[in-house]
């Protein structure tokens, strides 16, 4: 009897090690098809032009190509975005960071969120979908990325007076008033690897996320250092700011943070133990 797709599959990704291989399998199998991935199983068939994309897929994924990059699409928090090379792929870590945020808002009837480096979208048009009152600014230097996030705006319905997107560096000098300052929260999962340590990633971090996103200095605290200088005045009164960052970050980041006039709110941990969101406050509050 011949073996079916999905079971070729996933024979082929267990060989090359890929991790959770019939999970991948039906993922790959569904997006070459254009079908739903709950309805892959032994007994899916295959047009022959289907079948020449899935080879193409395999193939891929074979050479450690993120699936999601792949199949152009990731799940987080409560949605679907749309991700490719130019913009980070969206992980659970940063997940705690939307859900900080959106205990905030929901706690103080905030109307107003910045991000910076937007990437796909993925915190902000989190918090917008979640907001109907929300207004969002998303920051990113990268065009190829802010377009990915305006194809994940159209995506999630999110109407355009809602949000706007600004191309500009956070180091530029002129970047608040390019930003139109100030806002109720600020947010960022800004670049925090040292630049040595890029080598040392995983392949399918290193090799398929955009280096911008990921190098953050010789320390990896330089985009922290730059925010934490302009904090001030991208925050209202009573405004917060919540950053993610790496394993070991949290205490360089709240002496930098706190050393520029913000007071040190809270710090959240994940699953694992490893502080990944950090809240700060403006001082001047009540």
Request: with cysteine; hydrophobic share 45%.
């Amino acid at each position: 009897m011949t073996e079916s797709v999905y079971q070729e599959v996933i024979k082929k990704l267990i060989t090359a090690k890929i991790a959770s291989p019939r999970l991948e399998a039906r993922l790959l199998i569904a997006a070459a098809a254009g079908v739903d991935a709950d309805t892959v199983n032994n007994e899916t068939r295959l047009a022959q032009s289907a079948t020449a994309v899935l080879k193409q897929m395999i193939e891929e994924r074979l050479n450690h190509k993120p699936l999601d990059k792949i199949i152009g699409h990731k799940a987080f928090y409560k949605y679907d975005f749309i991700v490719n090379e130019n913009v980070l792929s969206p992980r659970p870590d940063t997940e705690i960071l939307v859900e900080a945020a959106a205990n905030l808002i929901k706690n103080n009837n905030f109307t107003s969120v910045l991000d910076l480096g937007v990437g796909s979208g993925c915190v902000l048009l989190s918090l917008l979908k979640d907001f109907p009152h929300l207004y969002g600014t998303g920051v990113d230097k990268s065009n190829a990325a802010l377009d990915v996030a305006r194809q994940n705006q159209v995506a999630l319905e999110i109407p355009q007076e809602r949000i706007q997107f600004v191309s500009a560096d956070w180091f530029d000098d002129n970047i608040v008033n390019l930003i139109g300052a100030p806002f109720d929260m600020v947010v960022s999962n800004p670049p925090y690897i040292p630049s040595s340590d890029i080598e040392l990633l995983d392949i399918e971090v290193k090799d398929f996320d955009p280096q911008s996103a990921l190098d953050g200095g010789h320390d990896g605290m330089d985009s922290y250092r730059r925010i934490a200088a302009i904090c001030q005045k991208l925050l209202a009164n009573d405004g917060f700011f919540l950053a993610e960052c790496g394993i070991f970050q949290a205490a360089d980041i709240i002496k930098i943070f706190t050393d520029n006039g913000l007071a040190h709110h809270q710090t959240i941990t994940d699953l694992s133990g490893i502080e990944r969101c950090i809240i700060f406050r403006k001082k001047d509050c009540n």
